[in-house]
């Protein structure tokens, strides 16, 4: 089975809400609502392919001195396994904006499982709640 290894990013606000974007149709799992992030390029390492994603996805700038890795999932799918740290970052710079086209919702980490969200995403919630409760 093929191993994919995605990033992504728990964006906390001054408010200590979580930032979740929700798959765009055309896309498998459309409709789920995620953490930001995306797939790793060849020879690209986690953090600045975060920092990449982040830029293309919400316009923002991420320095890699303000992520912190928090936890990761392991979740096999039917055609493949995917492996996801999750890192949490308060401080970038920009404003928060879609960029692709996708719906983004500013949560509190206790009303995150009321969001329809990919296997893989949900066990990165109880961590988020520790963090942020």
């Known amino acids: 089975m093929k191993l994919t290894l995605v990033v992504?990013?728990?964006l906390i606000d001054a408010?200590?809400?979580v930032l979740?974007?929700?798959?765009?149709e055309g896309k498998q799992l459309a409709g789920l609502w995620e953490f930001p992030g995306g797939k790793l390029e060849a020879g690209e390492r986690p953090e600045?392919?975060?920092i990449r994603e982040l830029r293309e996805e919400l316009g923002i700038e991420v320095k890699e001195a303000c992520l912190a890795p928090l936890t990761f999932a392991s979740h096999a799918y039917?055609?493949?396994?995917?492996?996801?740290?999750l890192y949490i970052c308060r401080r970038w710079d920009g404003t928060v904006a879609s960029k692709e086209g996708q719906a983004l919702k500013w949560v509190r980490a206790n009303k995150?499982?009321?969001y329809?969200?990919?296997?893989?995403d949900i066990p990165l919630?109880?961590?988020?709640?520790?963090?942020?409760?």
């Open 48 to 50: 600045p392919a975060l």
């Open 20 to 24: 979740i974007a929700q798959r765009p």
């Open 15 to 17: 408010d200590n809400r």
């Open 78 to 85: 039917e055609t493949f396994h995917l492996l996801m740290p």
């Open 8 to 10: 992504a990013c728990a």
């Open 116 to 120: 329809p969200m990919p296997p893989a």
């Open 125 to 133: 919630i109880p961590p988020l709640i520790d963090l942020l409760m």
């Open 112 to 114: 995150l499982r009321d």
